[in-house]
């Protein structure tokens, strides 16, 4: 069973920045992509960003794209999301997944258990 842990959420002013972290447990972090996404009050579950076991290539939903950077550090078993020129749709409750293969495929057999981020206007 692996559990995902997410911190960094929090109240942020229009324009300003946040980033947020997702740590796993268990030995297999460095093996599998990794993603993120929110969900706004009264809307569906949305893909935002995610990486492949190795960094080496990443994916961004157009809404995002240009202000969000995901990373992630093998070594430490966390991804994270960088979020700069926040908006205040970006405000929800951000998720981190695991994939359930290397290269990301949207299929995600773990989530975590989320973390607010609220952008005041």
């Known amino acids: 069973q692996v559990q995902l842990v997410e911190s960094g959420g929090g109240l942020v002013q229009a324009g300003g920045s946040l980033r947020l972290s997702c740590g796993a447990s268990?030995?297999?972090?460095?093996?599998?992509?990794m993603g993120w996404y929110r969900q706004a009050p009264g809307k569906e579950r949305e893909f935002v960003a995610a990486i492949n076991w190795n960094g080496g290539r990443t994916y961004y939903a157009d809404s995002v794209k240009g202000r969000f950077t995901i990373s992630r550090d093998n070594a430490k078993n966390t991804v994270y999301l960088q979020m700069n020129s926040l908006k205040p749709d970006d405000t929800a409750v951000y998720y981190c997944?695991?994939?359930?293969?290397?290269?990301?495929?949207?299929?995600?057999?773990?989530w975590g258990q989320g973390t607010q981020v609220t952008v005041s206007s």
């Open positions: 268990g030995r297999t972090f460095s093996r599998y992509a």
């Open positions: 997944a695991r994939g359930s293969t290397d290269y990301w495929s949207r299929d995600v057999d773990y």
